[in-house]
């Protein structure tokens, strides 16, 4: 039995309710159609962090997020406006990337493939993180870069040394400021020869990722050209804090010289346990055993204290640059300055890299006027500059990666205090450490097209 | 309806409606507000609540049935990421495909596993279990670096062969995941007032898949086969005695649960096609127990909202920095503003995880049932009838 009859009420609650149904769209304004991912359109703009705050990275993190939150300092022309007084390129004026100002958000990297995507996402998803940098892991920058060219952000590298970054694994969103490992071979390969001599059997340890194998490889290329034999190369987990079953079978093996392609907490482990185990002292082949470091960094230096003394790496800069080797690396005194004054000691590599990524980037919107990663792509490609403490330097086009001297560096044998644990031994200019784009070492991967997403 | 009672089917129609809103009900703060902070509706959350989800249901109906604890139910779930990015580079860049298979080769793994694992029961089966998962992270993370790429994990590039789709697009990038044309990474954003609200394809696909799965775990846990795995787990020697071998119903139950956890990895893969290592490390193992145990195992909706809370921590509270904490705290006095921000600190952040932990131990020592449990509670409190069916249910229960 239907009921048909209209009461007041009925009337007046179906009225309600069809007028509702047709205000109704018009509250769902569709947000306007961007160009590209998370185009800014307030008065602010939003960077994201994304750097390892626990893992075996960890203290290169916390260094990495304290140089970003300078550089947004003074973007935002607070502090002393640090290395933007010296950088070459005038058009960053303190008042933030195109008059926007600059915020951030950071995340943990944890030193894991997947919860770097996982920050990085929801940076870009729910911050709207416009351009996205850090990780000091090889590993971690290879995913990161490959999902900010899935998603059509700009990822500005931090600390990352392979070779595949910018070579099989490179992206046109991508790109690279730090040194590679085959840069660092190049320059190491004079200095072991002159220290070392052309006759040496060197056994390798080496860190099991992207990383380690390409400097593995690239060191091997490097002294092999130079006479020396590659005993043997044993890959160890990232995740490994004791090396002991490791050094024990180098003295066995013959070798006269161990390179220890580790980087931060793992590095100050393995060079610790190879010198518990007394490998300096032995004599090998007639020889002095040696312990190599391709790559180096103060915390390292600090972590592994007095073991250090006397090892030889390389490095991509270093806080006494400017005070040792003259004007040619000016900024790096202006950084040191702000960053000391900020945090009361001077700063890592991996800050300075950090800092100049996050300089790059501002002036690189600024002169292409957009911030659409793909005018900002066009804008850095090819760019040269100086002023940012690495000397004259050049962000090559073909495969997004700056070209600069590098450091040879050495643990400093009587350190005047904990801020001078190494000291410079050689700076390796550019051209020596320059190749093809095509090197086979960074063959079989294409930067593809810049994509602005949306 | 769906074979299903009245009861069964309110909560499939609950879990529903839930997740086919969840946009909105997890965006409930203005865009703008300083609490958009704990806003938790951004695809990649989204699709990792559920995708956690139905590795956790999965992971209920070998636990929560037979009581059988496994620790390396991760592998599974690394299994079938590697096996749906290998089919996204080497076949095509639709799902299905991939999806199919990370089924079938975690299915194939857990039947291999469990076929020698089960052999033990207790704490004996755990450590089998936890063995096996870290032989394979072992085998992905160093050993099988060909097939894995190890630390630094399988993804796509340019060069994959791709049959039947495009090696690279016209513009020369990597195509991506789809379903028929259908991008997963696609999304519509609709701004309501100051609201902002994004509904993503991936999201959606991975929310039909977890209903479908959170069906046919009801199915199972309805079944005379889900009254048989309970009969194991009240007591499996009387069942032995009984004269009726245990065996094949409990292996039933670990492949299906690892072909769940194989769902959630091809899915996982299928939103962001790479399969890293760490994965299938322990504490991944560990992490769909602690799911489990903190919404309440045993239970249908349990998993699913013990997997929503600690993906929710992990990726709101660590995102909380102190910055943040300054900002929230600027109202007061300087003084007792850092102390404020020193205080709770340790607990936000990287520091998520020693929240999570008091959680989860206040949650074990109050409500033993998990988080269903203080529903329960909370509901009883208004409904005092419904307090007396649920002690008779109860007293149904046999005897231990």
Known sequence: MSNKTLTRRGVLKSGVGIGAGVALPTIFTASSASAFTNEPTGSSVTLGFNVPQTGPYADEGADELRAYELAVEHLNGGGDGGMLGTFSSKVLDGTGIMGKKVQYVSGDTQTKSDAARASAKSMIEKDGAIMITGGSSSGVAVAVQGLCQEAGVIFMAGLTHSNDTTGKDKKANGFRHFFNAYMSGAALAPVLEKLYGNDRRAYHLTADYTWGWTQQESIAAATEALGWETVENVLTPLAQTDFSSYIAPVLNAGADVLVLNHYGGNMVNSLTNAVQFGLREKQVNGKNFEIVVPLYSELMAKGAGANIKGIVGSQNWDWKLENERGDKYAGSNAFVKSFGEKYGFPPSQAAQTCYAQTLLYADAVQRAGSFNPCAVAEAMEDFEFDGLGNGPTTYRGADHQCFKDVLVVRGAENPSDEYNLVEIVEVTPVEQVTYAPDHPMFAGGALGSCNAGA | ?400
């Not at chain 2, 020697?237 to 769902?263: C, D, E, K, Q």
């Not at chain 2, 600190?345 to 269903?372: A, D, E, S």
């Open chain 2, 1 to 400: 309806m769906f074979g299903l009672d009245k009861k069964d089917l309110t909560l499939l129609l609950v879990v529903a409606l839930l997740t086919l809103l969840a946009p909105f009900i997890l965006n409930p703060f203005p865009t703008g507000s300083g609490l958009a902070q704990f806003n938790a509706g951004y695809p990649d959350l989204m699709q990792r609540f559920v995708i956690f989800g139905i590795f956790a249901i999965g992971f209920n109906i070998l636990f929560g049935l037979t009581g059988y604890l496994s620790f390396g139910h991760a592998a599974f779930l690394g299994v079938g990421s590697y096996s749906a990015v290998w089919m996204f580079k080497l076949l095509s860049m639709n799902i299905i495909p991939a999806i199919v298979l990370s089924v079938i080769i975690a299915g194939l793994f857990a039947l291999v596993i469990g076929y020698v694992s089960l052999r033990r029961s207790g704490i004996y089966f755990s450590i089998l279990t936890l063995a096996f998962a870290q032989m394979s992270f072992a085998l992905a993370y160093s050993v099988l670096t060909p097939i894995t790429n190890g630390e630094t994990g399988l993804q796509l590039t340019l060069d994959d062969p791709r049959i039947l789709g495009a090696s690279a697009t016209a513009d020369g990038s990597i195509p991506v995941t789809n379903l028929f044309g259908l991008e997963m990474r696609s999304a519509v954003n609709m701004a309501l007032g100051p609201w902002n609200f994004t509904f993503s394809a991936g999201y959606y696909v991975c929310a039909v898949v977890m209903l479908l799965a959170f069906y046919l775990a009801i199915r199972i846990f309805r079944s005379p086969f889900g009254m048989m795995l309970r009969a194991i787990k009240s007591n499996q020697n009387r069942l032995n005695y009984t004269g009726l071998n245990s065996r094949p119903y409990t292996l039933a139950a670990f492949v299906i649960s690892g072909m769940y956890a194989g769902l959630a990895g091809g899915l996982m893969a299928s939103m962001d096609p790479l399969a890293g290592a760490e994965r299938m490390q322990w504490t991944a193992s560990g992490e769909v127990v602690l799911m489990t145990i903190l919404g309440g195992a045993g239970t249908l909706i349990g998993p699913v909202l013990g997997a929503g809370m600690i993906k929710y921590f992990e990726n709101i509270f660590s995102k909380i920095n102190d910055n943040v904490l300054h900002g929230w705290f600027a109202w007061m006095p300087d003084g007792i503003e850092d102390l404020t921000v020193t205080l709770i600190h340790p607990f936000i952040g990287k520091g998520w995880h020693l929240t999570l932990g008091i959680l989860f131990m206040l949650v074990v020592i109050f409500l033993p049932g998990g988080l269903v449990e203080g529903g329960q509670r909370i509901m009883r409190l208004f409904r005092r009838r419904k307090a007396t069916e649920d002690d008779q249910t109860k007293a149904k229960q046999p005897a231990e």
